[in-house]
């Protein structure tokens, strides 16, 4: 008997995995729905920090060619989404915060992006979201319930490094290509 199993057996398994952490997933789509919306509402709260860390995320960048860009892109996401999932241990405290903030932002972002831009801006949002936010959705739906389900914590532990690997890895690699391509596109 084999040892170690096939990239395609992992993904096959992750895969089967995402399926078990159905409503972990469908709460986290409606936390950051509902801050999503309201930062497309009321996007006055916390606007000077927003516009501050946006700010900042531009100096950051500048300069950037398209392979450093995707480099920080991508990191900055995957490192995201492995300590919200890491860090739900703490009763999934730490992931429900990544949800409103990321939420709020979103919406926020998408207020003034529309408000500046117009309505079809939201088409250059869209490509690399597709792949991104189910992909931090999913990270964080896992740290919840490593949070919240302590008793099978070795096994939803491996269940949760399996997806991040084999799933949503990939799907942020995916979305930083997109999302630094639209940069230099632009």
């Known amino acids: 008997m084999r040892k170690y199993k096939s990239i395609y057996e992992n993904f096959k398994l992750a895969l089967k995995d995402v399926r078990k952490i159905k409503n972990y997933l469908i709460f986290s789509i409606i936390i950051f729905s509902l801050f999503l919306i309201i930062g497309i509402l009321y996007p006055n709260f916390f606007k000077e920090q927003i516009i501050k860390l946006i700010n900042s995320l531009i ?8 392979i450093e860009l995707f480099i920080f892109i991508a990191g900055n ?48 949002l869209f490509p690399h979201g597709i792949f991104e936010i189910p992909a931090i959705l999913i990270s964080i739906s896992l740290g919840i319930k490593l949070g919240i389900n302590l008793k099978d914590f070795k096994k939803n532990l491996k269940s949760s490094l399996r997806i991040f690997v084999f799933i949503i890895i990939p799907l942020l690699i995916i979305a930083g290509i997109i999302e630094s391509l639209l940069v230099f596109v632009s």
């Open 59 to 66: 100096k950051k960048t500048e300069g950037m060619n398209f």
């Open 77 to 124: 996401n995957i490192q995201v989404s492995f300590f919200s999932m890491i860090l739900g241990i703490f009763f999934g405290i730490l992931p429900i915060l990544t949800l409103i903030v990321n939420g709020y932002v979103l919406g926020f972002i998408i207020n003034k992006s529309i408000t500046s831009e117009g309505i079809f801006i939201i088409w250059r």
